[in-house]
């Protein structure tokens, strides 16, 4: 079973910036898409970025121009930048590859303090 270990959360002021990482076990990453999901306290995991094994990528409204999702096929890694960081960006992060069924990281904390 395919394993996926986030890393790179932390605490950081608003206008600050993080990247996430995610290393996954088995080179099916390279033919797979990924994703970051969030779910913040209270409310539902929500898709943040997902790019495809080729590189497309795609954006939730709320995270385009600050966030950048890429990928090192060399590493089996997934990567998250995020800058211009917000209060309302604080949540749980999750990496997934899209296997069937998807397969999920533990997830990371994000905290954004104002």
């Known amino acids: 079973q395919v394993q996926l270990v986030e890393s790179g959360g932390g605490l950081v002021q608003a206008g600050g910036s993080l990247r996430l990482s995610c290393a996954v076990s088995?080179?099916?990453?390279?033919?797979?898409?990924a994703a970051w999901y969030r779910q913040a306290l209270g409310k539902e995991r929500g898709l943040v970025a997902f790019?495809?094994?080729?590189?497309?990528?795609v954006y939730a409204d709320s995270v385009k121009g600050r966030f950048a999702i890429s990928r090192d096929n060399t590493k089996n890694t997934l990567f998250l930048i995020m800058n211009n960081l917000k209060p309302e960006d604080t949540a749980m992060y999750y990496c997934a590859l899209l296997t069937t069924p998807l397969s999920w990281g533990q997830g990371t904390q994000v905290t954004i303090s104002s």
């Open positions: 790019i495809s094994a080729a590189g497309i990528t």
């Open positions: 088995d080179s099916i990453f390279n033919d797979n898409a």
